[in-house]
């Protein structure tokens, strides 16, 4: 079966490989990608890789690994992960290296991915999270027309109670008219 494969005008997103399982890593040892997020080790960042990987087979969509196109880098991840626990609905993510910020790159990898879930998958709605103090994630949502959901911040089961990244605020997109 041939990779999965969603071109934008500058991105590659596709299937993980085992390729991106060392510049991943790097991607998420850095302190400054990672300031918003619980830290991890070389077996969680396989692991989620693992879990993209399963999600692709079993559903046919995942957060697709990112590609410049320019000249083929590895830049992070950006996609829409099938609903899952705590919130069972379809999930637009994105990480990018530092060094692929400030270019539009998770933008346009986000609106993308969300033009392929409605074009793909019958769900009415699409949401994304973060913690309410991630402006440039925020950012991303709204540039790409999802809106805020007042009244439903909440604590993620994920994270310990007295964690400061307990707190996450969501975002949603409706399926367009
Ligand atoms: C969240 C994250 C992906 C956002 O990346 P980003 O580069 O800020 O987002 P965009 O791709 O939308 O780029 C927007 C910026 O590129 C600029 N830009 C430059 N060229 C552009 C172009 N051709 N098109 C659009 N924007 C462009 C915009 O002006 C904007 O700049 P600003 O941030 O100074 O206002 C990135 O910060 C990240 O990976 N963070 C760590 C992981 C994380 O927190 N993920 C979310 C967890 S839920």
Not at 58 to 72: I, L, P, Q, S, Y
Not at 104 to 113: D, K, P, V
Request: hydrophobic letters at 40%; proline letters at 7%.
């Amino acid at each position: 079966m041939s990779e999965f494969r969603l071109e934008t005008e500058r991105l590659v997103l596709r299937a993980w490989r085992d390729a991106d399982r060392d510049p991943f890593f790097v991607l998420n040892s850095d302190p400054a990608v990672m300031e918003y997020l619980p830290a991890i080790d070389r077996a969680t960042s396989d692991n989620a890789v693992d879990r993209m990987n399963a999600a692709q087979a079993e559903h046919g969509h995942c957060f697709w690994a990112v590609e410049r196109k320019a000249d083929g880098a590895f830049l992070g991840f950006c996609g829409p992960m099938p609903a899952r626990d705590p919130l069972h609905e379809v999930e637009l993510g994105w990480r990018l290296s530092r060094d692929a910020w400030g270019a539009g790159y998770a933008s346009e990898g986000a609106r993308a991915s969300l033009a392929w879930c409605w074009a793909n998958l019958d769900t009415p709605t699409v949401m994304a999270i973060t913690v309410p103090a991630n402006r440039r994630s925020r950012a991303v949502m709204e540039r790409i027309g999802m809106t805020y959901v007042e009244g439903a911040d909440f604590d993620h089961p994920g994270v310990p109670k007295d964690d400061p990244l307990v707190r996450h605020v969501l975002y949603r997109s409706a399926r367009p008219a």
